[in-house]
Structures are given as C-alpha cells and as structure tokens.
C-alpha cells in the first residue's frame, strides 16, 4: 500500500478543446486538494479563459525533476502543448484533435514513465478524433494499447456501486460476438487482481445476465446457459467469490448493492445507466488493469453548452479525488 503522506502528481488532460473539459479544469482549479496538480494542454488559451470565467488563475511550468508540491488553488503546474487553430467554445476543430491525441500520448509516456502517480482524463470527442485516427475508439481501449496491455475494464463508481463493464464502445449488434466464456474469464481476473492491490484480496462480484431474465433457462436466448455461467462456475472452483447470472432488471436495489464489492454489465448501457441515474455528477470512470492509475468524469464534452460557462464540476473534482485516494492506496466506497 502506498503512503498516504506522499504528495502525488496528478495529471489533467483538458479533453476536447471546444467542449467544457478546460472551463471545468479552470473552475476545480479553484479547490483544495491534497496533491500536486498538473495540466497538459494550452497555457494561452487556458489563461483567455480564466479572464473570461473571471477565475483567479496562476499557470507554473513543469520541472518533472522537482518533488511535488501540494496543490495551492488557484493555481496549476503545466505540461504545454498548443492549439493550431483558435478554439471556439462549441465548435469542433479537426485540426485541434491531432494536439488532443498528442496529449493523450503524452499523458500516458509520463504515465508509464512513473513521473505521475494518475491521470484524469476530461472528455475527449471520439468522433473528431476518429477522423484523424481512424481506430480511436475512447480513452479506454487506447491506453491500453499504449501500455501493450490485452485487457483493460471499464469501471464506473459512485457511492455504494461500482460498475464493470464486459465490453465497452461497440454496437449493441456486436455484443454477443465479443463475450465468450475465455473473455468473461479473463474481464474478472482483471477485476479481481485491481482490487488486491487495495488490499481486497477477494471481492465479491455479482454477474448481469446477458439476455433478459437472465436467460430464463434458454427461452430468452442460450447464451447465459452456455457462457455466462459456465464462466461463472470455473471462477468460482478457482475459489473466486463470484455469483450469477442474474436478471439485471432487479439487481440494482438499495438491498443488493450492499451485497457485492462490484457488479459486472454485459454491455455498456445495460450498466451505465444505473450508475448515472444514482449518482450524476458524483461518478468517476476508472480504467481497470493499466499499469498506473487513469480515471475520468460521468459525462461528455457538452458542446451544446461549451460557449455558455455553465457546467458543473462535480464529477471531475470527484475523479481527481479518487484518483488521489488511489494513489494513496485505497479504493474509495
């Protein structure tokens, strides 16, 4: 476990320009936290922007070589990287979406290069982004192909609920062909290792059935019968505290979600959508099975309201504080 009276380096990646993720970064700027805070993106734009948020804002570049200094609001140590085109809230940029790929690559070579303790990633535009790198599907799946690691899991997390995902962003037409009993398998083994380095040595996970009612012993599709299960029953011979298949229409209640440690969703909007409608705004998105910690806020680039200076920053400052609770060793209820 690590010590709680280091003072980590937490790294902010702005997400897309033209979305909320700088005005949120300016505005948790403002907060106490009990580590070192560092941003990588524009110093000129960010500083135009805490004029116009009329935001106190003091931007320190960053000497990597340097110990950390516990974060003074107001203030944040910078890793610069430019804009090429003039960033208009609410409008995309393709030309800007190369620098945010860049710092994301970035982000991670610090990362992997243990000159951070996390990232916190603000919300990137997949779409813009996939113009100019035509296999980029989210923050997730490229982080993991940086790391060279084959599996990562998706986890979402608000009070009393934690949320694993077996696939992430692919069509719901794609689900059945991506889960497999080997895949399922190797999703928990993800699960379960992340959780033993915050001394839960054996969490206890309770499993979605795929199709609804689980299946109902293969009137409503075979495949909880035939993989969900068996899957099911191998961990558990390996002495892991795992149980399901379960109809996933009633497992969310107030009741259940006091049994497990953590639940595991077929598909993306089978499980999202409990997490957020319990605790929107109060949500972090950790990444699962990287070799550093990355986590994220509950909600996207809202372009629709970018040029207002409205958005809220509760679920970043929630990311970036259990981020650094992470990186003290714990993992946060």
Known sequence: MKSQSVCHKILLTMG?????????????????????????????YLMTLALK?????????????????????????IEEIAFVEKVKPGTLSSKNAKIVLQSLIKAGELALDKKIS??????VHKANINQIEPTFLGHTEFFAKQANIDKVVMMLATKNLRMALATTHIPLKEVCDNISQDSLIQVIKVISNSFKRFNLE??????????????????????????????????KEEGFDIHGPFPSDSLFTPQKRDLFDIFLAMYHDQGLPVVKAIGFGQTVNVTLGLPYIRTSVDHGTALDIADSFCASPSSLIYAVNYAIQMAQGQLPQ
């Open 118 to 123: 996390a990232i916190v990633t603000a919300p």
């Open 16 to 44: 897309e320009p033209a979305g909320i993720g700088p005005e949120l970064i300016i505005k948790i700027a403002q907060n106490q936290f009990d580590a070192q805070l560092i941003v990588i993106g524009d110093s000129k």
């Open 202 to 235: 054996k969490p206890k996970i309770a499993v979605c059935g795929l199709n609804p009612h689980a299946g109902e012993d293969g009137l409503l599709g075979m495949e909880d019968k035939e993989i969900v299960a068996p899957a099911v029953e191998k961990l």
């Open 53 to 77: 948020l009329e935001l106190p804002l003091q931007l320190i570049p960053i000497n990597w070589q340097s110990s950390s200094v516990k974060h003074q609001p107001g203030t944040l140590y």
